[in-house]
């Protein structure tokens, strides 16, 4: 299971900072050349493998997989599963569209190894087959990431004709891009279009959150948090006559404590939400908040946004989700305890709000299996994920509701064996599946259902309370 708040603090002291190699510590990260994979992985290897091998080293993306041919000497994650669970459902509800590599960031945890650097984009062909795959073929939900997956130069194109189609969205963002010149327009337009947001935010400080992300990059993410708030994201259906809808994740905030504008704010009550949560420390909302007479007299104020809206007009249901993975080599501790910290300290420090915080672990591929093999640490890591190995999450796996699609088209079981350069076994595109949809339409069910390809990544999904890209499973 995952640990406690208080095990990942001391897991965080202990591992991956002060023992972590240079890279984690700030220093430039250098490629790994084969022989030198070859070397620091070869204590996995089991007897018979060649990990000189061209044809394994070589499959696919070789730049993403220097840990990929070390996870195979551990159990195989593929006899863990039965018959069922190693199959799609009947229906699948996410189809996930990986727009490309390229990032403004370079994190030291990413699974995809995306950065500036990176050339692999999504182009508008593949982007509209997306759409008619997904109008054909019945999924729910669009889930864009990339990267940043607004660096890519068709993005608004594709959010745009999705909307106009009616396709629920979900864009994953680190954030750091929307104060990038020629992205700030696009938080107004995410409100506009109703997108939901999932934001990448590792840890609730700057330290902690720059060790992966690097410098500066948290103020931005505040900044743009707040403006985020201010256009109506994080604060669920909060109506804006009657005040906090019960259950809403602003209502958990502010609790019974909050009270329309006006009306003299009392400190919380002993029981209420805010009180259990921020204790004796809470001093109070803000003093605007309890001077503001009418919404108009302070527009920026929480209370004000609360009640009018982004536009003046209404309340808005603009999902924003917060996502934190751990800084080193151990699982997240439970994801409803870190909600509650994170959901405190924001709002303590910064008075920020959101909905949902998903608690990820991190995925033994690409940076962070790099990591992994350099420090020594692959074993250890795995030996965690193994001995906490879930049963009970197996039904849940992402894999088994979603189809991924990546940057040129071909089609994964999820995110992560598009990093690990493994595609659908059934080898199809999103062009193939789109007219397969098109052409019989009344076989989509069939279509859609496929065998899933696992590997021993596949552990980190499976481990504790679970990890998906909407955070615990079980
Ligand atoms: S983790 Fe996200 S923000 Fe960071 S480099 Fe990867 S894609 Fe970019
Ligand atoms: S890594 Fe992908 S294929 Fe493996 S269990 Fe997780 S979602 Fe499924």
Same mark, same amino acid.
């Given at each position: 299971?995952?640990?406690?708040?208080?095990?990942?603090?001391?897991?965080?002291?202990?591992?991956?900072?002060?023992?972590?190699?240079?890279?984690?510590?700030?220093?430039?990260?250098?490629?790994?050349?084969?022989?030198?994979?070859?070397? &620091?992985?070869?204590?996995?290897?089991?007897?018979?493998?060649?990990?000189?091998?061209?044809?394994?080293?070589? $499959?696919?993306?070789?730049?993403?997989?220097?840990?990929?041919? $070390?996870?195979?000497?551990?159990?195989?994650?593929?006899?863990? @599963?039965?018959?069922?669970?190693?199959?799609?459902?009947?229906?699948?509800?996410?189809?996930?569209?990986?727009?490309? =590599?390229?990032?403004?960031?370079?994190?030291?945890?990413?699974?995809?190894?995306?950065?500036?650097? !990176?050339?692999?984009?999504?182009? =508008?062909?593949?982007?509209?087959?997306?759409?008619?795959?997904?109008?054909?073929?019945?999924?729910?939900?669009?889930?864009?990431?990339?990267? /940043?997956? *607004?660096?890519?130069?068709?993005?608004?194109w594709l959010i745009r004709t999705a909307a106009s189609r009616g396709i629920p969205l979900m864009v994953r963002?680190?954030?750091?891009?929307?104060? &990038?010149?020629?992205?700030?327009?696009?938080?107004?337009?995410?409100?506009?279009?109703?997108?939901?947001?999932?934001?990448?935010?590792?840890?609730?400080?700057?330290?902690?959150?720059? %060790?992966?992300?690097?410098? /500066?990059?948290?103020?931005?993410?505040?900044?743009? @948090? !707040? %403006? +985020?708030?201010?256009?109506?994201?994080?604060?669920?259906?909060?109506?804006?006559?009657?005040?906090?809808?019960?259950g809403s994740a602003i209502h958990d905030q502010v609790g019974d404590s909050f009270v329309p504008l006006g009306?003299?704010?009392?400190?919380?009550?002993?029981?209420?939400?805010?009180?259990?949560?921020? #204790?004796?420390?809470?001093?109070?909302?803000? /003093?605007?908040?309890?001077?503001?007479?009418?919404?108009?007299?302070?527009? #920026?104020?929480?209370?004000?946004?609360?009640?009018?809206?982004?536009?003046?007009?209404?309340?808005?249901?603009?999902?924003?989700?917060?996502?934190?993975?751990?800084?080193?080599?151990?699982?997240?501790?439970?994801?409803?305890?870190?909600?509650?910290?994170? =959901?405190?300290?924001?709002?303590?420090?910064?008075?920020?709000?959101?909905?949902?915080?998903?608690?990820?672990?991190?995925?033994? +591929?690409?940076?962070?299996?790099?990591? +992994?093999?350099?420090?020594?640490?692959?074993?250890?890591?795995?030996?965690?994920?193994?001995?906490?190995?879930?049963?009970?999450?197996?039904?849940?796996?992402?894999? =088994?509701?979603?189809?991924?699609?990546?940057?040129? #088209? !071909?089609?994964?079981?999820?995110?992560?064996?598009?990093?690990?350069?493994?595609?659908? %076994?059934?080898?199809?595109?999103?062009?193939? @599946?789109?007219?397969?949809?098109?052409?019989?339409? *009344?076989?989509?069910?069939?279509?859609? %259902?496929? &065998?899933?390809?696992?590997g021993n990544h596949c552990y980190a999904c499976c481990a504790g309370s679970g990890s998906s890209c909407g955070? /615990?499973?079980?």
């Amino acid at each position: 299971m995952a640990g406690s708040t208080e095990d990942y603090r001391q897991d965080q002291g202990r591992i991956g900072h002060d023992d972590a190699p240079g890279w984690m510590k700030g220093q430039r990260e250098e490629d790994v050349s084969r022989e030198t994979f070859v070397r &620091e992985t070869s204590s996995y290897m089991q007897k018979g493998d060649d990990p000189q091998s061209a044809s394994r080293f070589e $499959a696919d993306d070789p730049a993403c997989n220097p840990a990929r041919l $070390a996870l195979d000497a551990f159990p195989a994650f593929e006899e863990r @599963l039965d018959q069922e669970n190693s199959h799609t459902r009947d229906a699948l509800g996410i189809m996930q569209v990986n727009v490309g =590599r390229r990032c403004n960031l370079s994190c030291k945890h990413c699974h995809v190894q995306a950065g500036p650097d !990176r050339i692999e984009l999504m182009d =508008r062909p593949t982007m509209a087959d997306c759409l008619d795959a997904f109008c054909a073929g019945g999924f729910t939900c669009m889930d864009i990431t990339g990267g /940043a997956p *607004e660096m890519n130069p068709d993005f608004e194109w594709l959010i745009r004709t999705a909307a106009s189609r009616g396709i629920p969205l979900m864009v994953r963002s680190n954030l750091v891009i929307l104060e &990038e010149e020629g992205f700030t327009h696009l938080p107004k337009l995410y409100a506009d279009l109703g997108v939901t947001l999932v934001a990448s935010l590792p840890h609730y400080t700057q330290k902690a959150m720059e %060790k992966q992300r690097g410098e /500066a990059s948290f103020e931005a993410v505040i900044r743009v @948090l !707040r %403006k +985020l708030n201010a256009l109506g994201y994080g604060r669920a259906e909060g109506n804006p006559q009657s005040g906090l809808r019960q259950g809403s994740a602003i209502h958990d905030q502010v609790g019974d404590s909050f009270v329309p504008l006006g009306v003299p704010v009392p400190t919380p009550r002993p029981g209420s939400a805010i009180q259990d949560q921020v #204790g004796d420390r809470f001093d109070g909302f803000p /003093a605007e908040a309890q001077q503001v007479q009418s919404p108009d007299d302070h527009p #920026g104020s929480l209370q004000a946004v609360v009640q009018k809206g982004p536009d003046g007009d209404g309340c808005p249901n603009l999902e924003l989700d917060l996502v934190f993975n751990p800084g080193g080599a151990f699982l997240p501790p439970d994801q409803a305890a870190l909600e509650r910290e994170y =959901r405190q300290k924001l709002w303590e420090s910064y008075r920020i709000v959101f909905d949902h915080l998903f608690a990820i672990t991190n995925n033994p +591929l690409g940076r962070f299996g790099d990591f +992994l093999c350099r420090s020594g640490n692959l074993e250890a890591y795995m030996g965690r994920l193994i001995a906490a190995f879930n049963p009970s999450t197996l039904p849940s796996m992402m894999c =088994r509701n979603q189809v991924s699609v990546g940057w040129d #088209g !071909r089609l994964y079981d999820c995110d992560f064996n598009q990093a690990a350069g493994l595609p659908c %076994k059934n080898g199809m595109t999103i062009a193939g @599946l789109a007219k397969a949809l098109r052409d019989r339409p *009344e076989a989509a069910e069939t279509t859609l %259902k496929r &065998e899933i390809r696992f590997g021993n990544h596949c552990y980190a999904c499976c481990a504790g309370s679970g990890s998906s890209c909407g955070g /615990a499973t079980a």
